[in-house]
């Protein structure tokens, strides 16, 4: 800054120099010149911004003008002793030094980082709830900070009632089932069958076939009661929606071990809103990214993607736990120096699964 004020100084005595070689009338032209051209630079700048070597010349070159003169400048006495306010706020600021939240560790945010790049559809949530899964109990606010500072567009809350709402809405010991269905490169549409429990969150994916027939339903119905076992006496409720391919022989199959049908009013697909919100996660992160080609190709990806939600997905029902996996016990904040995370790939790295090694 002081070089800079060298220089003007330097380049002011040069012009001074100049202008004892020309003539009077040169100089007034120009004057008039230039007092035009400030006129015009004025109906267009509302306030200039010098800088500080800017403002220490034009303070010393006014000195040597006439009195009335001074007034005409874009630096008037109030411009002057604003400066000087200035000066003594920065003379008198000290630096604040407030305790606060300590910093975010490298580590996690370049986890963070890693995990938001290799996984371009995974919210900041999404990333909190893996983050937990591997121990690191990092809040979602931290995570949305981070991504927003590396200039990574956090995904977006959708509208509607929060999902925490929806969940308060459940009781425990309900089962929710739906059907959703996929075209195959052929064009071909196949229907597939899902449960939910409510309070696990787990998924029971029944069946894929192109022709869901209402026998076929109920005997995807007894199959979940043998495979829920003595479990089954713990549910009281199931919500299915007004399908015709739901009939009285599939809803007996429930009524026999003590669970009511609850049905869900037309076009009303919130009164089903989990099994729902599986349906399109399921799409989301399998179906809309895969081609089909057939139904023994979709039963094999289901069944794997139905092992890795149940496994190793977290969901904030379950504070980021997973239904069959419990969280690890969160690791001691020294241990970050030396943490190693290994990704295992499911169905061609299409799912992503993290640990940490031993």
Known sequence: ???RLVYLIFIKLLGAIALLLRSDVSKEAEILVLRHQLAVLRRQ??????????????????????????????VTPGTLLRWHADLVKHRWTYKCKTPGRPPTRPTIRSLVLRL??????????RIAGELAG????????????????????????RSGPSWGQFLRAQASGILACDFFHTDTITLARLYCFAVVEHATRRVH???VTANPTADWV????KNLI??????????????????????????????????????????????????ERWVGSVRRELLDRTLIVNARHLRKILAEYESHYNNHRPHRALNHSSPLRPLPNPAQAGADTDMKITRRDRLGGLLHEYAQVA
């Open 45 to 74: 700048v509302a306030r200039p911004r010098p800088s500080w070597a800017d403002r220490a010349l034009i303070s010393a070159l006014t000195r040597l003008l006439p009195k009335p003169r001074r007034i005409v400048l874009m």
């Open 134 to 157: 591997l121990g690191r109990n990092v809040g979602a606010a931290t995570v949305w900070r981070i991504l927003h500072k590396a200039g990574i567009d956090p995904a977006p809350r």
């Open 226 to 275: 043998l495979d829920l076992g003595d479990r089954a006496g713990g549910f009281k409720f199931l919500i299915r929606d007004r399908d015709a391919k739901f009939t009285a022989m599939f809803d007996e199959v429930f009524r026999t071990e003590g669970i009511d049908v609850v049905l869900t009013a037309p076009q009303a697909p919130r009164m089903n809103a989990i099994t």
């Open 205 to 207: 994916i029944l069946g």
């Open 116 to 125: 938001a790049a290799e996984n371009p559809t995974w919210g900041y949530r």
């Open 1 to 3: 800054m002081a070089l």
């Open 218 to 221: 109920t005997q995807q119905a």
